[in-house]
């Protein structure tokens, strides 16, 4: 059973390596990243599991501790009265411990992040510019969608000076983009499981990759709606040459610039081809049969450990109250 879990996160985990750079649609390579991702995070949860589960129960862990309470601290089984088991117990719960923490603390971020963009929305609007964008001030050419639950499209007062008609059409679409396929809540996904998976060699870069991704896509959602490639070209490069906006913001000067103009200009893929879609179908399935045979392991997991000493799987679940 614990092989099953393994193999498919194994394989989901290495399906994005093998997209060649621009030759797929951002939808396909943004999900599969995505997916990645999620799976890194929900294998160290299992893990964590694992230790909280199953170790305190192996007879070399049960060794260990007996041997640091007894030898190693003998101060606190002469004195406090502290059991090997008990110190194996409190040992085995800190992973699991420390990986709710972090996705605590990637949640508040998130939360923190989503009111700094409002605040700072609310104190520069100057009024309503075209398309019913907000209009900030600013000389910075910045363009971004703004909010988490009620998300705005935000034009800097620099923006409309710099940018001609389709460039600043072209741009608005990118951003009404993030807006309708839900990008906020891609990346407050990405940061959640990129704040648990930290542990895992390769995260950061990953979570790097979704974002440069949800660019793309808002690029190829643009053009789908008949906006000029190159207008949309230019005015990433004009956005990205003013260095302007800030880390919360969904940014035409986000990740991936070169490569977004280089695929804008070259013609590259906007929608996912056949062979694209079935393997997104497969991942969908993979990533359904990961997170299936990952409960199906713990139940298992409970079971055994319920069957070899009644009550004791779920006693290291809640120490407490004896469960």
């Keep these: 059973m614990t092989a099953l879990p393994a193999a498919l996160g194994v394989v989901l985990m290495a399906l994005p390596h093998m997209v060649r750079r621009g030759c797929w649609s951002p939808s396909t390579s943004l999900l599969l990243w995505v997916v990645a991702l999620g799976v890194r995070a929900g294998g160290c949860l299992l893990v964590a599991l694992w230790l909280m589960i199953r170790l305190p129960s192996t007879t070399?862990?049960?060794?260990?501790?007996?041997?640091?309470?007894?030898?190693?601290?003998?101060?606190?089984?002469?004195?406090v009265g502290v059991l090997g088991p008990e110190v194996g117990d409190a040992l085995s719960?800190?992973?699991f411990v420390a990986l709710n923490l972090s996705a605590l603390w990637g949640a508040v971020r998130v939360a923190r992040g989503a009111r700094e963009v409002r605040q700072?929305?609310?104190?520069?609007?100057?009024?309503?510019?075209?398309?019913?964008?907000?209009?900030?001030g600013g000389r910075e050419v910045m363009l971004g969608a703004a909010g988490f639950l009620r998300p705005r499209v935000v034009?800097?007062?620099?923006?409309?000076?710099?940018?001609d008609d389709a460039e600043l059409a072209a741009a608005i679409a990118h951003e009404r983009a993030h807006i309708r396929r839900g990008h906020r809540f891609i990346a407050a996904f990405a940061e959640l499981c990129g704040t648990i998976a930290r542990p895992v060699p390769g995260t950061r870069a990953i979570v790097a990759e979704v974002h440069k991704q949800i660019e793309r896509d808002a690029d190829?959602?643009?053009?789908?709606?008949?906006?000029?490639?190159?207008?949309l070209a230019s005015a990433i490069c004009k956005s990205a040459l003013s260095r302007a906006g800030g880390p919360a913001l969904a940014l035409l000067s986000g990740a991936g610039v070169a490569q977004r103009v280089e695929e804008l200009l070259g013609g590259g893929p906007v929608r996912a081809s056949v062979g694209e879609k079935l393997l997104l179908a497969v991942a969908i399935v993979g990533?359904?049969?990961?997170?299936?045979?990952?409960v199906g392991w713990i139940l298992v997991t409970l079971a055994s450990g319920s069957a070899g000493d009644p009550g004791g799987a779920l006693r290291h679940v809640c120490p407490p109250c004896g469960l």
């Design 287 to 294: 990533a359904s049969g990961f997170l299936v045979a990952a």
């Design 93 to 95: 719960l800190l992973p």
């Design 155 to 163: 034009v800097s007062a620099g923006a409309l000076v710099a940018l």
């Design 120 to 136: 700072m929305v609310s104190q520069s609007t100057v009024g309503v510019g075209p398309r019913g964008a907000v209009i900030l």
């Design 220 to 231: 190829a959602w643009a053009v789908r709606r008949d906006h000029d490639r190159v207008a």
């Design 60 to 79: 070399v862990f049960t060794a260990v501790t007996d041997w640091c309470v007894d030898t190693a601290v003998p101060v606190l089984a002469a004195h």
